[in-house]
């Protein structure tokens, strides 16, 4: 059988099935690490069922994209979501993960998240330096739903990450996007006005078919 996988905890892997969507827990087979490679999120595999508890991944398909940390492969799209308040705009971080994403190939969305903090309206100014430069910016309030629609449009037909700084709302765009609590959203230190991290396994969540949102509990690196 072939599937994707979209969840790795402690190396037991969750294994969508191409045809029937059934949700197989599958262990990688030990030759993966004779050849120094382990399987992760996004990998389009192979894999058998070896009795009615247990499956195994037999092979892992050509990756169209790799990264390391975090772990996840076959990403064609990062969407770099950034608070207009609380926290405060890290755009020198966003300028970092645009030009990796550029590096990767892969599309790369801008949204600016809790624009209804900002009083001063300074997010606008930020949409138009990035619009100028070619890339797609939405203004989202996830609370209210303002922007989700449109959000949704832009990740159809795609496999998507949300990436950021913890606290700037990608979990809660997520639960705004499915309309229902699907990841676990995250706090804002009131002394500091930084986010507390609560996402810790990357995901990926499928809204419809070819289109994925993957969770993920860190920004990207090389």
Do not use: H, W
Request: glycine share 6%; charged share 30%; aromatic share 8%.
């Amino acid at each position: 059988m072939q599937g994707i996988i979209i969840e790795n905890k402690s190396n037991i892997y969750q294994v969508k099935e191409n045809k029937t969507n059934e949700v197989y827990t599958c262990y990688a087979r030990g030759k993966f690490k004779k050849e120094k490679i382990s399987p992760v999120v996004g990998d389009r595999v192979e894999f058998s069922v070896t009795n009615e508890n247990e499956a195994v991944i037999d092979e892992i398909k050509t990756r169209q994209v790799y990264i390391r940390r975090p772990k996840i492969s076959n990403l064609t799209q990062l969407v770099f979501v950034v608070s207009s308040k609380n926290p405060k705009p890290d755009l020198l971080m966003l300028d970092k993960q645009l030009a990796f994403a550029e590096y990767l190939g892969i599309k790369s969305v801008i949204v600016l998240n809790k624009t209804d903090l900002d009083k001063k309206e300074d997010f606008k100014n930020i949409k138009q330096v990035y619009k100028k430069i070619g890339y797609k910016v939405i203004e989202t309030n996830a609370r209210e739903g303002k922007g989700i629609k449109e959000l949704k449009d832009v990740l159809k037909n795609n496999v998507n990450a949300f990436a950021g700084n913890s606290g700037v709302g990608k979990s809660t765009l997520i639960n705004a996007i499915f309309g229902k609590d699907t990841t676990q959203e995250g706090e804002i230190s009131n002394k500091n006005k930084r986010g507390k991290n609560t996402t810790t396994a990357t995901k990926l969540y499928e809204i419809d078919k070819n289109t994925y949102i993957a969770d993920t509990p860190r920004i990207f690196y090389f």
